[in-house]
T-cell receptor, first 111, second 115 residues
Framework: DAKTTQPPSMDCAEGRAANLPCNHS???????VYWYRQIHSQGPQYIIH???NNETNEMASLIITEDRKSSTLILPHATLRDTAVYYC????????????FGKGTLLTVNP | KAGVTQTPRYLIKTRGQQVTLSCSPI?????VSWYQQTPGQGLQFLFE???????NKGNFPGRFSGRQFSNSRSEMNVSTLELGDSALYLC??????????????FGEGSRLTVL
């Protein structure tokens, strides 16, 4: 799995968009970018994943740069319940069914 | 649809004892993975089972073992417990179609305290 780099912490005002960056400059062509989050004392929760194209679901949007060396997770209207540690993971999947979690970004949404 | 269920949620053991943790995956999911989470090391992969076979193993000593039953339920066992084994043990299930890791669904974890 490619190494990912995320800022250790970020703040966001409630109701505003939260933009969480992730650097994965050594990502290979067959590696997907996955985002998970972990709310305190709970198991991680899948958010979204993508390969090349931008992706959107009911939770968030994922913007991947054209060279695929970085990506941004966007929570369009952050709420207090979005306060969590967000993990960006690059993995090829296939028979390698494991995720390598880094330290992630602690997003704090403030009222 | 019921989520991933882990039991017990909390347990306390003493050094030298052994412990068995259980995980019931989401119905239809055939892959079960286990992770250990500690404040110092973060989330670390233990092992993954698919159709009762261990397909992947992380860098943990042999005291950590697991198995998967024909109904996809899984157990992990830690023998000769050490203080450093105190952690949140997380189980995740996946459809694991074979073409990618897909989306992992995590349980709420079993918090083990070793005294």
């Amino acid at each position: 799995d490619a190494k990912t780099t995320q800022p250790p912490s970020m703040d966001c005002a409630e109701g505003r968009a939260a933009n969480l960056p992730c650097n994965h400059s050594t990502i290979s062509g067959n590696e997907y970018v996955y985002w998970y989050r972990q709310i305190h004392s709970q198991g991680p929760q899948y958010i979204i994943h993508g390969l090349k194209n931008n992706e959107t679901n009911e939770m968030a949007s994922l913007i991947i740069t054209e060279d695929r060396k970085s990506s941004t997770l966007i929570l369009p209207h952050a709420t207090l319940r979005d306060t969590a540690v967000y993990y960006c993971i690059a993995t090829s999947g296939g028979s390698n069914y494991k995720l390598t979690f880094g330290k992630g970004t602690l997003l704090t949404v403030n009222p | 649809k019921a989520g991933v269920t882990q039991t017990p949620r909390y347990l306390i053991k003493t050094r030298g004892q052994q412990v068995t943790l259980s995980c019931s995956p989401i119905s239809g999911h055939r892959s079960v993975s286990w992770y250990q989470q500690t404040p110092g090391q973060g989330l670390q992969f233990l092992f993954e089972y698919f159709s009762e076979t261990q397909r992947n193993k992380g860098n943990f000593p042999g005291r950590f073992s697991g198995r998967q039953f024909s109904n996809s339920r899984s157990e992990m066992n830690v023998s000769t417990l050490e203080l450093g084994d105190s952690a949140l043990y997380l189980c995740a299930s996946s459809l694991a179609s074979g073409t990618g890791i897909g989306e992992l669904f995590f349980g709420e974890g079993s918090r083990l305290t070793v005294l």
